[in-house]
Nanobody, 127 residues
Framework: QVQLVESGGGLVQAGGSLRLACAVS????????TGWFRQAPGKEREFVAT????????NYADSVKDRFTISRDNARMTVYLQMNSLKPEDTAVYYC????????????????????WGQGTQVTVSS
């Protein structure tokens, strides 16, 4: 089994910052990549960012590329999403997800690329 627990969400003013964390755990656990997705009310879940555990390769959605930074702590098996210059349109439930197998050169930007999902954490950005 694999467990993912998100934390760090909350209410912030536009222009503010939040740091989300995703702790990954499980017996005999190993993962290849962790991604962040978000879902706003009435909208489909969308890709935000992903990072591989071994090489640290990152990918970002265009809407967040210059404002968000994904990173990982391999020893703690924790992935972070530093969110700066937040906008009201960033308001959503943010989910982390783990992919268990590797595919060389692949960026893992789709929901179907992931095997396990966390419960989500709410991020609300006020005007």
């Amino acid at each position: 089994q694999v467990q993912l627990v998100e934390s760090g969400g909350g209410l912030v003013q536009a222009g503010g910052s939040l740091r989300l964390a995703c702790a990954v755990s499980g017996r005999t656990f190993s993962s290849h990549a962790t991604g962040w997705f978000r879902q706003a009310p009435g909208k489909e879940r969308e890709f935000v960012a992903t990072i591989s555990w071994s090489g640290g390769r990152t990918n970002y959605a265009d809407s967040v590329k210059d404002r968000f930074t994904i990173s990982r702590d391999n020893a703690r098996m924790t992935v972070y999403l530093q969110m700066n210059s937040l906008k009201p349109e960033d308001t959503a439930v943010y989910y982390c997800a783990a992919r268990m197998t590797g595919k060389s050169g692949y960026s893992y930007r789709g929901e179907n690329d992931y095997d396990y999902w966390g419960q989500g954490t709410q991020v609300t950005v006020s005007s």
